[in-house]
């Protein structure tokens, strides 16, 4: 199971600390925003634009507006970082919910299979059974917070990544972080033990966003985009 780990996609923490050009091969990928501004063109040509300007000054339809962004809502019922992302609180990867991350984990769990027919038909199991068991939570000691990346090994808790944070303002659901610290954990490598680069932290701000009271979510380099957890 330790080569289905998806450590890839919680180390984006360490990248900024340690190894940040791991982080920025991901980046290229902003060939598609024209593909979306080509096709509004066409909508507004047809004029709907006008019509759903109308509706859009009228309260009934701007709540629906903004619950796609998940803000409202959270607002709305009251939480906020502070309540739900609590020291100590584990929120488990749902990679079923992650469709980036699942696609990359498939390709390369499929990639290994090779021509073993069978193990290829057990991908898509064996990549949710194995995103189950990886999370991340926020520990504190005294002022300081802690950001964990974990997972399961040989039956017990195995640390990827332990890093000391700070945490920057941001909105209410939002809990804002960048590294402020050397990491520790499995995932990191002999040679940048111990090492921090201030400049490649203050470049990497890391973002969960409380989707509810059970879920948070944050961003990875593509491919793996969006990242859903729940808590444990």
């Not at 180390?11 to 925003?33: G, H, Q, R, W």
């Not at 999370?135 to 002022?143: H, L, P, T, V, W």
């Not at 111990?194 to 491919?223: C, R, S, W, Y």
């Amino acid at each position: 199971m330790r080569q289905m780990s998806f450590k890839s996609s919680l180390i984006a923490l360490a990248c900024a600390a340690l190894a940040a050009t791991a982080c920025k091969k991901d980046e290229p990928k902003p060939a598609e925003p024209p593909k979306t501004e080509e096709a509004k063109p066409a909508p507004v040509a047809a004029a709907p634009a006008p019509a759903e300007a109308t509706p859009a000054g009228a309260p009934g339809e701007a709540s629906p507006a903004a619950a796609p962004a998940g803000v409202s809502p959270t607002a709305a019922a009251g939480l906020d970082a502070a309540t739900v992302l609590l020291p100590g609180v584990q929120f488990m990867f749902d990679i079923d919910a992650s469709p980036g991350a699942r696609a990359a984990v498939l390709a390369d769990c499929i990639a290994k299979a090779g021509s073993d027919s069978a193990k290829m038909q057990a991908c898509p199991a064996e990549v949710s059974k194995a995103g189950a068991s990886e999370g991340i939570r926020f520990e504190k000691e005294a002022d300081q917070w802690i950001y964990v990346s974990f997972g399961a090994k040989d039956g017990s808790e195995e640390i990827f990544l332990r890093a000391p944070i700070a945490k920057l303002d941001g909105a209410a659901h939002e809990f804002k972080f960048k590294p402020s610290g050397p990491a520790t954990g499995s995932q990191v490598s002999p040679e940048n033990a111990g090492k921090f680069d201030q400049a490649k932290a203050d470049a990497m701000i890391m973002t969960v966003e409380v989707v509810d009271a059970t879920t948070v979510a944050m961003n990875a380099p593509l491919p793996k985009g969006r990242l859903v957890y729940h808590k444990k």
